[in-house]
């Protein structure tokens, strides 16, 4: 049972331009969103979160956004540059699981020059 | 501050041989976990620790995985005796611990085991 799931494996959008992640869930008990970014042969890196009492949460060129009717999140980066070429994943966690982190598959994202 | 120290980096051994992962958190940190990454997939938790305690082992094959953390420090994974599905990059994480329902995770690099 995939609880999260990113339903595009890759994504290539041009240097400048807005590059779009999606995420779905199924699991209504969760309760705080978090996307990671990996780069090859490193750790998962911490992104931006984002609490289920919120719709949106901004940091830098980074916005996610929280649709919880749709039970639906997105991860906009805006200028993309080629240094965000990388592998993002999208996790949830809920309160009665502790910190535990549910992932998705994962989204490579390639910004091109 | 020092991040999450794992090693070895990667691994390669035949199928029924054990092998052994180590982990070294960031100091102070309480929380201790340890994920699965295979190919195309995303990390899936095996185990957590709060301490030197267990906090969280539903998703491990307790059959052949085992983790210890004894002193509440460093940790060890084990498969014993490895299959070929096992072949996945293994990550461990660890957190503050807070009493918050969440903390975040800083994650080391992680070990690469293929199994032949």
């Known amino acids: 049972d995939q609880q999260v799931k990113q339903n595009s494996p890759s994504l290539s959008v041009q240097e400048g331009r807005i590059s779009i992640l999606n995420c779905d869930y199924t699991n209504s008990m969760f309760d705080y969103f978090l996307w990671y970014k990996k780069y090859p042969a490193e750790g998962p890196t911490f992104l931006i979160s984002?609490?289920?009492?919120?719709d949106k949460n901004e940091d830098g060129r980074f916005t996610v956004f929280l649709n919880k009717s749709a039970k639906h999140l997105s991860l906009h980066i805006v200028p993309s540059q080629p240094g965000d070429s990388a592998v993002y994943f999208c996790?949830?966690?809920?309160?009665?699981?502790?910190?535990?982190?549910?992932f998705g598959e994962g989204t490579q994202l390639t910004v091109n020059p | 501050e020092a991040g999450v120290a794992q090693s070895p980096r990667y691994k390669i051994i035949e199928k029924r041989q054990s092998v052994a992962f180590w982990c070294n958190p960031i100091?102070?940190?309480?929380?201790l976990y340890w994920y699965q990454q295979i190919l195309g997939q995303g990390p899936k938790l095996l185990i957590q620790f709060q301490n030197n305690g267990v906090v969280d082992d539903s998703q491990l094959p307790k059959d052949r995985f085992s983790a210890e953390r004894l002193k509440g420090v460093d940790s060890t994974l084990k498969i014993q005796p490895a299959k070929l599905e096992d072949s996945a990059v293994y990550l461990c994480a660890s957190s503050t611990g807070g009493s918050s329902s969440y903390n975040e995770q800083f994650f080391g690099p992680g070990t690469r085991l293929t199994v032949l």
């Open positions: 100091s102070g940190h309480a929380t």
């Open positions: 984002i609490s289920s009492i919120k």
């Open positions: 996790a949830a966690s809920d309160k009665t699981s502790g910190s535990r982190l549910t």
